[in-house]
C-alpha cells in the first residue's frame, strides 16, 4: 500500500483548503483511512478517520465543525476539506491507512500501519 498527501500550501486564517491522497489501489474497503498533523517538537495528533465502510467517521474536538474528511472509492483518493483555517492548524498533515473492523475509526496513530510522506500547511494570520 502507497499512500501519497498532496494539497497542502500556504493560506490566510480563515481560508478554505481541501487535502488529497491517493492510494495505490482499492484499499479503502480493507483499511479504515485517517489525517495526523504533526508540527515540529510535538507528536503527531489525530485529525480526521473514517471507517472501512465509510459510515463511521471522528474528528478531534479542535477541528470539529470545521473539517470534513471524505474517501471517493472511485478514485482511490481520501480527502480533507478544512474550514476556516486557524494558524493552530498549521503543520505536515499526514494521511495513513488502518486494518481495523469495519466501522471502527482508530484515532491512535499505533493502529495505522500504513502511511503518506506528509503535505506541509501554512496559516498565516
Known amino acids: 500500500v502507497q499512500l501519497q498527501a498532496s494539497g497542502g500550501g500556504l493560506v490566510q486564517a480563515g481560508d478554505f483548503l481541501r487535502l488529497s491522497c491517493a492510494a495505490s489501489g482499492r484499499i479503502f474497503s480493507a483499511f479504515a483511512m485517517g489525517w495526523f498533523r504533526q508540527t515540529p517538537g510535538k507528536e503527531r495528533e489525530f485529525v480526521a478517520g473514517i471507517s472501512r465502510s465509510g459510515g463511521s467517521t471522528a474528528y478531534a474536538d479542535a477541528v470539529k465543525g470545521r473539517f470534513t474528511i471524505s474517501s471517493d472509492n472511485a478514485k482511490n483518493t481520501l480527502y480533507l476539506q478544512m474550514y476556516s483555517l486557524k494558524p493552530g492548524d498549521a503543520a505536515v498533515y499526514y494521511c495513513?491507512?488502518?486494518?481495523?473492523?469495519?466501522?471502527?475509526?482508530?484515532?491512535?496513530?499505533?493502529?495505522?500501519?500504513?502511511w503518506g510522506q506528509g503535505t506541509q500547511v501554512t496559516v498565516s494570520s
Open positions: 495513513a491507512a488502518a486494518p481495523v473492523q469495519v466501522n471502527y475509526v482508530p484515532r491512535n496513530g499505533f493502529e495505522y500501519v500504513h
